[in-house]
């Protein structure tokens, strides 16, 4: 089972900011096959990224993924007020698909 | 755009039997298109995959709860079930129903892509 490390726990930061988050793998995901998911309290988590970088229908181009291997970022290039949120990764590359265990990000 | 929604008992006594339902609008559960996934979420913890099915009855499930879940589909009912036995309080969790997309095997037949793109809006179910 491929595990998911994201880091960091927390990010604070204020509105109009850059946020660089990241999910390492404990081994390599095939074909890239690994997506970001943004989490609002009390809601449903919302595809944001799959492909590693492909944004998922809706998703505005502030959201940008990257990365290769074992090493992923999901990027925000200027943080708007509805961004603060949980993020997680998740590989589907191999069976049993996981998820990282999220990445909050707060208002500084 | 499809919409998902989880039903079933909030509340489910250990060793019991855990069961949900969600019902798709907005699209058909018998589509090729689609395949249909669980997810469940403890309180304030991470994301966990339970189990992905196709409308052909085709599943796929995570080796970690294999040995307790059945997933099953209602192409009538335009519905999927997910069913849990031997439920502990460390099964206390929002599970969640989604929607999948697929690709082709090098055997030319479809498989789940395994993320998840539309989902319910979640239903805690609390084992106690």
């Known amino acids: 089972e491929i595990v998911l490390t994201q880091s960091p726990g927390t990010l604070s930061l204020s509105p109009g900011e850059r946020a660089t988050l990241s999910c390492r793998a404990s081994q390599s995901v095939t074909s890239s096959y690994l997506a970001w998911y943004q989490q609002k309290p009390g809601q449903a988590p919302r595809l944001l990224i799959d492909?590693?970088?492909s944004r998922a229908t809706g998703i505005p181009d502030r959201f940008s993924g990257s990365g290769s291997g074992t090493d992923f970022t999901l990027t925000i290039s200027r943080l708007e007020p509805e961004d603060f949120a949980v993020y997680y990764c998740q590989q589907y590359g191999s069976s049993p698909w996981t998820f990282g265990q999220g990445t909050k990000v707060e208002v500084k | 755009q499809l919409q998902l929604e989880e039903s079933g008992p909030g509340l489910v006594k250990p060793s019991e039997t855990l069961s949900l339902t969600c019902t798709v609008s907005g699209g058909s559960i018998g589509s090729t298109r689609y395949f249909w996934g669980w997810i469940r979420q403890p309180p304030g913890k991470g994301l966990e995959w339970i189990a992905t099915?196709?409308?052909?009855?085709?599943?796929y499930y995570n080796p970690s709860l294999k040995s307790r879940v059945t997933i099953s589909v209602d192409t009538s009912r335009n519905q999927f079930s997910l069913k849990l036995s031997s439920v502990t309080a460390a099964d206390t969790a929002v599970y969640y129903c989604a929607s999948q997309t697929y690709s082709y095997d090098r055997s030319g037949f479809q498989q789940p892509k395994g993320y998840f793109q539309q989902w319910g809006q979640g239903t805690l179910v609390t084992v106690s």
């Open positions: 099915i196709y409308y052909s009855g085709s599943t």
């Open positions: 492909g590693a970088s």
